[in-house]
């Protein structure tokens, strides 16, 4: 040790300038090379079937997110002054550069498909502002007496119309929404009016992310320096365990900036991971220093930081590899942002661990040792008794503590049965939110912001033409349409539906797809020439050979959207049959999956995680069975924390999905550094009464006092504007107090009673 020392701590103020100036060059790349990503569509794997699908669905039936301006009238919208705005708002629309003028669909653009003595013909249902009361009168009989605008642009009771504009999924930016927000502002009054839709929630979620955690983490600094200088009582450790953490998310973020790894939104937990996990290796090794300098107060500071060195750089090199080994496993992802969030905190957990081993032994040799009172020597041995009866008691009762354990996993497991899965972005705000209330507030005027895309494929063309297959398909969307929270749909059925009744003199009775192959093709044909045909290629391609049909649903919860996919897949042998496939497409199903890949890559990471944990933990100790002792404490986490998402109905997402990668990558810490102390002190004593009172002293409190320090860094969390950062935060705080809890106690009697490291000495 003395040669390492005298190796690579010869100059140690050279040390931290070195570190200080690649620190500024990774700042440097930082400034100039970092960017957000703020189209969810990139978080997603671009090779992965269903979004090969989804993409190749929406190009060929110009399926977008639609941003939605509502305009309320208490008073009914049937008036001059309010049918005007309509009309400007959506020609201001039209003239914005993020909008196609054909993506655009509100009252003042609607066709009104009508039967006329030729015929049919498609018309507009205004132009020009109707002014008198009684042009006024015929515009609301003509909205009522169309299914496809009533209860889709107009709410039934006739005080809301929507003007929908549907956009590309790379054109939403905060300035264009603010842009969107002062124009509905200017014209309210008597008139009020509401902006929402999935582009909306979805890029404020990718605004609100790194805002959110700008506010975090200097709270998390601020707390965990009072935290650290309680526990280490010295400004100049604290300040030196802060520079390790510091200097681990800048190395983290500058790697990320060099690569050309974007930002995306859950990387902006990077920083509160690190910061919270950086501390434990400067407890460790500052606790370690210490108890070394009470019992050798007259140590020179050459000597300390060479004990501490050789007592301390085994047990911060495992915690570190352990805790990258679960960050890593994440990789085993196929999401692009879990995948980067695992690699980049696991390479900043190494920095800190490289940092722990070389800034703070150069901050002692360059500015000195930590100063220590009397009063503070006193209090350590008040916690050596502590510790002492602590141990004891675990010892002294030795079967409730498996007791307890087995009710504890019988719980989490009954628990564990009740978690599910939510892809929702809406929840992931607060429920009285005006971007929550907004969607509330459309939603039960109309048939729901989320979309969710039926794309219906034959072989042959024409085959969208065929009666029974169009029956079919109409069957499909009324069952659906029976679901609570399902509103409107909209397919081809609707046109031929409409076309069919006003072919009869509106007559309600032919409000039903015809049975004539010939006639439907003469609807068709009629529309094609008489309307719009882009809007009629929204629902079915060219050839006829590909349709889609759109839900409306009045939720983006995960539950909810499976619900209706069952619903529809119950109709699939009836199109069969029919040599109809189905599959699904649109943003409301991507999400679905990317959930679903997301909880996947879950499951194989923590397999994987707690495998090479276990192994690597037998290859550190030279034994199986410390391997699998070690890994108990962070089992019984990961089940309880399961476990109470289930009972308290906590569902997975895309931020709680990360809990098991957290528990097991900083949970393991504390196994190893108690076991390692653990094996030396048996060996050096010999005496198991002894092993486990040095042990609870010298480990057990450096585990308390880093446990302190993390939950305190993650509890800030429960200031986060994003309800599940809330409950992540709240739950790593739990999972590491029970981590905490399960070394001190079953993993520490497992260690006690299978009699490990005393072998060949009488068991007590």
Do not use: C
């Amino acid at each position: 040790m003395q040669n390492i020392l005298n190796r690579h701590f010869k100059f140690p103020l050279l040390n931290l300038i070195l570190i200080l100036v690649v620190t500024f060059i990774f700042m440097k790349v930082m400034k100039s090379n970092t960017r957000m990503e703020t189209d969810l569509d990139k978080y997603m794997p671009q090779n992965h079937p269903a979004f090969i699908f989804s993409d190749k669905a929406e190009k060929m039936f110009n399926i977008k997110d639609g941003i939605i301006i509502a305009i309320e009238n208490s008073d009914g919208i049937y008036n001059h002054g309010t049918l005007s705005k309509i009309k400007e708002i959506t020609r201001k629309l039209e003239k914005m550069p993020e909008i196609e003028k054909n993506d655009i669909t509100s009252l003042y653009t609607a066709d009104n498909i009508i039967g006329t003595e030729d015929g049919m013909d498609v018309k507009a249902f205004y132009k020009k502002t109707p002014t008198s009361a009684e042009e006024l009168s015929i515009l609301q009989q003509n909205v009522h007496n169309n299914d496809m605008v009533f209860g889709r642009i107009v709410s039934e009771d006739e005080t809301v119309s929507v003007i929908v504009a549907n956009i590309e999924d790379d054109v939403f930016s905060q300035q264009f929404y603010q842009n969107i927000l002062k124009m509905a502002k200017s014209y309210e009054g008597p008139e009020k009016l509401y902006v929402a839709g999935t582009p909306i929630v979805e890029g404020t979620m990718a605004y609100l992310g790194p805002r959110d955690m700008k506010k975090m983490v200097p709270i998390v600094i601020l707390v965990i320096t009072v935290i650290l200088l309680f526990v280490l009582r010295s400004l100049k450790n604290t300040f030196f365990t802060l520079q390790v953490v510091l200097f681990s998310v800048i190395w983290a973020f500058g790697l990320m900036a060099t690569l050309g790894i974007p930002i995306y939104a859950v990387s902006t937990m990077i920083p509160v991971m690190l910061i919270a996990i950086g501390v434990a290796d400067g407890v460790h090794l500052y606790s370690h220093l210490d108890l070394y300098l009470l019992e050798n107060p007259g140590a020179s500071k050459r000597e300390a930081v060479a004990d501490m060195l050789k007592g301390m750089w085994k047990p911060v090199m495992m915690t570190s590899v352990t805790t990258a080994v679960g960050f890593i496993s994440l990789l085993t992802s196929e999401v692009y942002p879990i995948k980067y969030f695992g690699l980049f905190t696991a390479f900043g957990v190494m920095a800190a661990m490289f940092f722990s081993l070389f800034l703070i032994p150069s901050g002692i040799l360059a500015f000195g040792l930590p100063k220590r009172k009397a009063s503070i020597q006193m209090k350590r041995s008040n916690e050596d008794q502590l510790s002492h009866r602590f141990a004891g008691t675990i010892v002294k009762y030795k079967y409730l503590t498996p007791i307890m354990t087995a009710v504890i996993i019988v719980v989490s497991l009954w628990g564990m049965n009740k978690v599910w899965i939510n892809s929702s972005f809406l929840e992931k705000f607060e429920k009285d939110s005006d971007i929550v209330l907004t969607d509330k507030f459309i939603n039960e005027h109309f048939g729901g912001t989320s979309m969710l895309n039926v794309i219906f494929e034959a072989a042959e063309p024409d085959k969208f033409k065929q009666p029974e297959i169009l029956k079919a398909v109409s069957r499909l969307q009324n069952d659906v349409e029976n679901l609570p929270l399902v509103g409107n749909s909209f397919s081809l059925t609707d046109y031929l539906k409409r076309m069919n009744m006003v072919m009869h003199a509106n007559d309600e009775a032919y409000d039903i797809i015809p049975d004539s192959k010939e006639l439907v093709a003469q609807y068709l044909l009629l529309y094609e020439m008489s309307g719009d045909p882009e809007n009629l290629w929204k629902v079915v391609d060219y050839n006829y050979t590909n349709a889609n049909l759109t839900f409306q649903i009045k939720s983006d919860n995960s539950k909810v959207i499976k619900d209706v996919i069952a619903r529809i897949e119950s109709h699939r042998p009836e199109l069969e049959a029919l040599n109809v496939k189905i599959n699904f497409a649109g943003s409301g199903y991507k999400a679905l999956v990317f959930t679903d890949l997301i909880l996947e890559g879950q499951i194989k990471s923590l397999l994987m995680s707690l495998g090479i944990i276990i192994v690597l933990l037998s290859l550190m100790f030279k034994k199986m069975s410390v391997g699998l002792i070690g890994s108990v404490p962070i089992i019984l986490t990961t089940l309880i924390s399961f476990g109470i998402m289930g009972l308290l109905n906590i569902p997975l997402s895309t931020t709680t999905a990360l809990l098991s990668s957290i528990a097991v990558g900083i949970g393991i810490d504390y196994a190893i550094h108690f076991i390692e102390r653990y094996r030396i002190y048996a060996l050096e004593t010999g005496d198991k009464q002894a092993t486990i009172r040095q042990t609870m002293h010298h480990t057990g409190r450096a585990i308390v006092f880093n446990a302190s320090v993390v939950i305190a860094g993650f509890l800030v969390l429960l200031f986060s504007v994003f309800p599940p950062n809330r409950t992540l935060g709240a739950l790593v705080s739990l999972n590491m107090f029970t981590s905490l809890v399960g070394t001190v106690t079953i993993m520490f009697l497992l260690l006690y009673k299978t009699n490990i490291y005393f072998r060949n000495k009488k068991g007590l």
